[in-house]
């Protein structure tokens, strides 16, 4: 059984920082891609950046030079570096991991409320 658990969510101020965990098991993660979504207060699902199973990283463009992603294969672990935060960061994060194309796995999320 696939699970992925997310924990760093919390209340910070405006300019602040957080890093985000997202811990997985029942799979063999590092042949995964994972990846970082949000959804905010009446807002659909946004992918915030991916990484790839190179390495490689993608971000969204709301997000570029101030979020880092990257992922602990010995650790199983996946990780969100965010930084100069913003009101409009305010959402809850998931995780998510998958072989091909879209998510095959979600966590359950974890809240990120950012104060002006």
Request: glycine share 14%.
């Given at each position: 059984?696939?699970?992925?658990?997310e924990s760093?969510?919390?209340?910070?101020?405006?300019?602040?920082?957080?890093?985000?965990s997202?811990?997985?098991?029942?799979?063999?993660?590092?042949?995964?891609?994972?990846?970082?979504?949000?959804?905010?207060?009446?807002k659909?699902?946004?992918?915030?950046?991916?990484?790839?199973?190179?390495?490689?990283?993608?971000?969204?463009?709301?997000?570029?030079?101030?979020?880092?992603?990257?992922?602990?294969?010995?650790?199983?672990?996946?990780?969100?570096?965010?930084?100069?935060?913003?009101?409009?960061?305010t959402?809850?994060?998931?995780?998510?991991?998958?072989?091909?194309?879209?998510?095959?796995?979600?966590?359950?999320?974890?809240q990120?409320?950012?104060?002006?």
């Amino acid at each position: 059984q696939v699970q992925l658990v997310e924990s760093g969510g919390g209340l910070v101020q405006a300019g602040g920082s957080l890093r985000l965990s997202c811990a997985a098991s029942g799979l063999i993660f590092s042949t995964n891609a994972m990846g970082w979504y949000r959804q905010g207060p009446g807002k659909q699902r946004e992918s915030v950046g991916s990484i790839f199973v190179g390495g490689t990283t993608t971000y969204a463009d709301s997000v570029k030079g101030r979020f880092t992603i990257s992922r602990d294969n010995a650790k199983n672990t996946v990780y969100l570096q965010m930084n100069s935060l913003k009101p409009e960061d305010t959402a809850g994060y998931y995780c998510a991991a998958w072989k091909w194309g879209t998510p095959d796995y979600w966590g359950q999320g974890t809240q990120v409320t950012v104060s002006s």
